[in-house]
C-alpha cells in the first residue's frame, strides 16, 4: 500500500511539474460543448443565424468544435490592449481553399470600408501557416509565412508570436508542431493596442469591415479547431515547446517527457521519500 501511494503521488507531481512549465493564457477556448472562455474573461459567441454555426463533434480530447466553410464564433467588442500576443491552439485542416483560424479587427467611425487595423492567422490552400498584421496608416502591413508543408486531415498544433519589444523593431513568429517555421523583424513598429481596442475577435473567418452594419466575412476556415488559446504575452520558445508537448492524444504530438534537470530532482526527492518509508 506505502509503495502504490508513492507511486500516486509521484504521477501527480510530474503532472503538476509539466502544467507549470508555460504561463496561462488570458482567453482559452476548449470547446467541451461551449464556446465560452475558460478563464472566465472573453466569451465566443455562435452567429444568430444557424447555417453559421460550428457543431461540436467528438474528438481526442472529449469534443471539437467542427467548421464546415460557412461558420464563425465571434466576441462582442472588447477593450484589451496589449503590444505583445500570443495565438495558439489545434486544427484540423479537410477544406481546399485558405481559411482563417483567428482574427481580430476595429473599424472607426469614420471608416467603412475596410479595417484601421486587422490581425488574421491563416492556413492557405498550398498548406502554409500565414499571419498579417495590417494597420491603415499607410496601409502598412507585417506578414509572416511559413514553408507549404501542411497536409490536409491530419492535427496540427500552431503557435503566433507577436513581440513589439524583441529585435529591433519588433518580430512576428510562427511555430508548427512546436518548430518555429518563420519569424520576421516587423516592417513597422505598432502596438496591437490599436488592433485590439474596441475590436472583435473571430475565429473560424475573418471579417472585413465590422462595426458597419454591413459584416464582410472572408475566407472561413474548413476542418476542425480545439483548445485555442490567446496569451497577452509572448510566449518563448521553450514554452511553445512545452504547450506542444502537453497535447499526447493527437496523431502527429509526441507524449510529453519532462526535462532532464526536472527528472534528477525528482528522483532524489522521490528516493528520500523512500527511504524515509523503508
Given at each position: ?21 508555460f504561463?496561462?493564457?488570458n ?7 461551449t ?6 474573461n ?11 454555426q ?19 464564433l465571434?466576441?462582442?467588442y472588447?477593450?484589451?490592449a ?5 495565438v ?26 475596410l479595417?484601421d ?37 491530419q492535427?496540427?498544433?500552431?503557435a ?23 519569424s ?5 513598429q505598432?502596438?496591437?493596442l490599436d ?27 474548413e ?8 496569451y497577452h ?5 521553450s514554452e511553445i ?38
Open positions: 500500500m506505502k509503495i502504490l501511494n508513492l507511486f500516486v503521488c509521484a504521477c501527480l507531481l510530474i503532472i503538476c511539474l509539466q502544467t507549470t512549465l504561463a496561462a493564457p482567453q482559452e477556448y476548449q470547446f467541451e460543448n464556446t465560452t472562455d475558460s478563464m472566465g472573453v466569451d465566443m459567441i455562435m452567429p444568430a443565424d444557424s447555417a453559421s460550428p457543431t461540436f463533434q467528438s474528438g481526442p480530447y472529449n469534443s471539437v468544435l467542427s467548421f464546415d466553410g460557412n461558420d464563425y465571434e466576441t462582442s472588447t477593450d484589451i496589449f503590444d505583445q500576443l500570443t495558439s491552439g489545434l486544427f484540423y485542416k479537410s477544406g481546399t481553399s485558405t481559411g482563417t483560424i483567428f482574427s481580430m479587427a476595429y473599424v472607426a467611425d469614420n471608416h467603412v470600408s479595417p487595423e486587422t490581425l488574421d492567422l491563416r492556413i492557405t490552400s498550398t498548406g502554409s501557416f500565414y499571419a498579417h498584421a495590417r494597420s491603415d496608416a499607410g496601409w502598412q502591413q507585417n506578414l509572416v509565412s511559413s514553408p507549404g508543408s501542411i497536409q490536409n486531415d492535427w496540427y498544433y500552431f503566433f508570436v507577436y513581440d513589439m519589444y524583441a529585435g529591433s523593431n519588433g518580430i512576428m513568429s510562427v511555430y508548427i508542431d512546436g518548430t518555429l517555421l518563420a520576421i523583424d516587423l516592417t513597422y505598432s502596438s496591437l488592433i485590439a481596442y474596441d475590436s472583435k475577435q473571430y475565429i473560424g473567418t475573418l471579417n472585413e469591415s465590422p462595426g458597419t452594419g454591413e459584416d464582410t466575412f472572408l475566407l472561413y476556415f476542418g476542425q479547431l480545439d483548445q485555442i488559446k490567446v504575452s509572448a510566449l518563448t520558445s515547446t512545452a504547450e506542444y508537448t502537453s497535447y499526447p492524444d493527437y496523431n502527429n504530438i509526441p507524449v510529453a517527457v519532462p526535462e532532464p534537470a526536472t527528472l534528477i530532482c525528482f528522483s532524489a526527492a522521490l528516493l528520500r521519500l523512500l527511504k524515509r518509508r523503508i
